[in-house]
């Protein structure tokens, strides 16, 4: 079995995948001051829980964004698999057979869902990634990634809202059926998630211009499934999108 790790800015994910499908998936918060001990402990406890035997993870890949913990959960991989896990860099994307855009800059989450949708659909696609960043990645079917755009997720712009002002408190992340607000929880709701909506669209309106043709738009990240009024606008939602790239690249990486 696979245990693939993707350490995000928020939440590392583990997700273990038995050759046909993720049976396992869990979360541990990005904190970066966790030893590689603190994060094995939880390992541990999360194979008791769940009947699950280390001896059967034969292959480990990790993707990471927050790089004081890069080598921490590799050698938490280490310590408790007795497995080198392959990390995603650039020492390794000439194996995937794709056109990386600024290797050393992208960040490797947006990666693994340019792999996922090229080795997919072999077609132009838009991969609109709704995590602690809003970002939206252009890939064509030849496997080129045209570029990215980004902006500050959801739940970073309520923080960010609540944190600077006197008398806003943090709400809910709940789509609201009006986009004029009656109350203070309703009139952040209405403006940030609404403005989303507006954004989203706008976004997938103009790059599909800028492309010059039409393409497949896909939604992954925890917070896809929340503006609703978008539902129309993917051609694919799927949460687990970034660990199926992850898998696939463990299967062509040698």
Not at 175 to 180: L, R
Not at 195 to 216: A, F, N, P, T, W
């Amino acid at each position: 079995m696979l245990l693939a790790i993707d350490i995000g800015n928020t939440d590392v994910v583990f997700g273990i995948h038995n050759q046909q499908e993720w049976i396992h998936q869990f979360r541990i918060p990005s904190d970066s001051s966790r030893r590689s001990s603190d994060f094995e402990a939880k390992l541990r406890l999360f194979f008791l829980e769940n009947n699950l035997r280390i001896s059967e993870i034969n292959r480990s890949i990790i993707s990471c964004v927050v790089p004081d913990l890069k080598h921490v959960l590799k050698e938490t991989v280490q310590e408790m698999l007795g497995l080198d896990p392959i990390i995603i860099g650039p020492e390794i994307y000439d194996q995937l057979k794709m056109e990386i855009l600024s290797p050393y800059e992208i960040g490797t989450d947006l990666v693994c869902n340019a792999t996922y949708s090229y080795y997919t659909y072999k077609k132009t696609c838009l991969i609109v990634d709704f995590g602690t960043a809003l970002t939206f990645t252009v890939v064509t079917a030849e496997g080129k990634i045209l570029g990215v755009s980004i902006a500050p997720g959801l739940k970073t712009a309520v923080k960010s809202l609540f944190s600077n002002t006197a008398q806003l408190p943090e709400v809910p992340l709940v789509m609201p059926e009006s986009a004029i607000g009656k109350n203070t929880v309703h009139a952040i709701q209405a403006g940030i998630l609404w403005g989303y909506v507006g954004m989203v669209r706008e976004m997938i309106m103009q790059i599909k211009k800028e492309v010059g043709q039409d393409c497949l738009v896909l939604a992954t990240g925890g917070l896809s499934s929340i503006l609703t009024p978008l539902r129309d606008e993917f051609d694919e939602v799927d949460k687990l999108l970034t660990l199926n790239g992850l898998k696939i690249i463990s299967e062509i990486v040698k």
